[in-house]
């Protein structure tokens, strides 16, 4: 949800509670002054009907002509005196022609030695339809403010958030590899002013952080293969000399071996983090049958010399859409491992269906848990010449371009699934 919603929301409800609050205080005085009034509206009937009541001549047909109050004289004295019974109650009212409710008030009250039961009315229409005009009233100025909240919403939401929402957008997008600095947002609010330049001054600092990384592992990446190709060359012209040992040659060997680990450890290091820092954005539509056929035939050579059959069997007109040096390493680790990780005499089966890539070859059994396979220096004991980061950059690649890549056993095959 919003923040912008959220405030709008809490100021409903904070609003909903003080115009409830303010409702229920102004009905209270209202409906108290209401019931004052028809108490004293009473008290004077009272008095009036007692002066009438006083008189020698006594006319109550006069006084019950009106519908407002009736009095009849009792003849039992003994009766218990009735004081001031107040009740509500429907009477029918002759100059609305309906039924509309009233207080009555009902009383004995003797008067020169005799006494009258009395009952006043005072109709309750004016001022229920007052308390009710009340809450009506309320009601629709809560609607009013609900309408002007959802309204300074909306445009607190165009105008005043524009520039917030538009530094937003470009954190979005931002990208290190992009180098584009930030646009800066025209806006004269001072909270936005101090996020767009604490936001410009971090993207500063770690874009000089990342460049001077970069740099530093380029040049180790480079500058580390000259001395190592020196080391290399001097080991092969030793290597020549006649005048060695066998437990010298065997010494040289190991350093050469050594060196040459050293070297490719270094170039494919170097690889995983031009992927991870995506250096490679010249993505393009790409022919995956044609361009696993040269692929296939640079790892002939090696196939033939472990003697490795590969069965590849390919359907028409399927696409992926990745930079093509990036699909190249991808399917070349693939390849790759899979002519490693065989028997001498094995087998590699490709399958190339519209959406899917599977490469399966035979090969001894993982000496660990199938989930670990494409993690980094994770390698089968069995091929202690591998650096174990093949499948590490396979899965790196198809993380950063949104592929699938899979691994299962079913013996006696090793299957690589590869799903866009």
């Not at 957008?169 to 800066?184: D, F, M, P, T, V």
């Not at 001498?344 to 399958?351: A, T």
Request: glycine share 4%.
């Amino acid at each position: 949800m919003r923040l912008i919603t959220k405030t709008t929301l809490l100021y409903l409800l904070i609003t909903a509670i003080v115009i409830a609050s303010s409702g229920l205080v102004l009905y209270n005085i209202t409906n108290n002054f209401v019931q004052k009034r028809i108490r004293d509206y009473f008290t004077h009937k009272e008095t009036r009907l007692t002066g009438y009541l006083s008189k020698p001549q006594v006319d109550l047909d006069w006084i019950n002509s009106f519908k407002s109050q009736h009095v009849e004289p009792l003849s039992n004295l003994k009766t218990p005196l009735l004081k001031n019974y107040d009740r509500d109650t429907i009477i029918f009212n002759d100059l609305e022609g309906e039924r509309q409710p009233f207080r009555a008030r009902t009383l004995d009250k003797v008067v020169n030695g005799q006494r009258y039961r009395i009952s006043m009315y005072m109709a309750l229409k004016e001022s229920r339809l007052v308390l009710g005009g009340i809450i009506t009233s309320l009601f629709y100025v809560f609607l009013a403010l609900l309408a002007l909240m959802l309204l300074l919403n909306y445009l607190s939401s165009r105008y005043l958030w524009q520039p917030f929402n538009y530094t937003l957008e470009q954190i979005k997008h931002y990208s290190l590899n992009q180098g584009i600095a930030l646009a800066e947002v025209p806006t004269t609010t001072k909270e936005f002013k101090e996020l767009n330049n604490l936001f410009a001054q971090m993207t500063s600092r770690i874009e000089h952080d990342f460049r001077n990384m970069k740099e530093f592992t380029e040049n180790i990446s480079h500058e580390i293969q000259t001395p190592l190709a020196i080391i290399k060359a001097k080991i092969e012209m030793l290597q020549k000399t006649e005048k060695l040992s066998g437990e010298q040659a065997k010494t040289i060997g190991a350093i050469y071996r050594a060196t040459s680990h050293l070297s490719k450890l270094s170039r494919t290091l170097g690889l995983i983090s031009k992927i991870e820092n995506q250096e490679f954005t010249n993505r393009e539509e790409l022919d995956l049958k044609t361009f696993l056929e040269p692929l296939l035939f640079n790892f002939k050579e090696l196939a033939e010399l472990k003697q490795v059959k590969i069965d590849f069997k390919a359907n028409d007109n399927v696409f992926i859409t990745i930079d093509p040096y990036l699909l190249d390493v991808l399917l070349s680790n693939l390849i790759k491992n899979a002519l490693s990780h065989n028997y001498e005499k094995g087998e590699i089966l490709i399958c190339l269906e519209p959406q899917q890539l599977t490469i399966c070859n035979t090969g001894p059994v993982l000496d660990f848990a199938e989930c670990e396979i494409f993690d980094r220096f994770r390698r089968n004991g069995h091929n202690s010449s591998s650096l174990g980061l093949g499948l590490a950059i396979v899965k790196k690649i198809c993380y950063l371009n949104n592929l699938d890549i899979s691994y299962s056993y079913q013996e006696p095959l090793h299957c690589f699934t590869l799903r866009f």
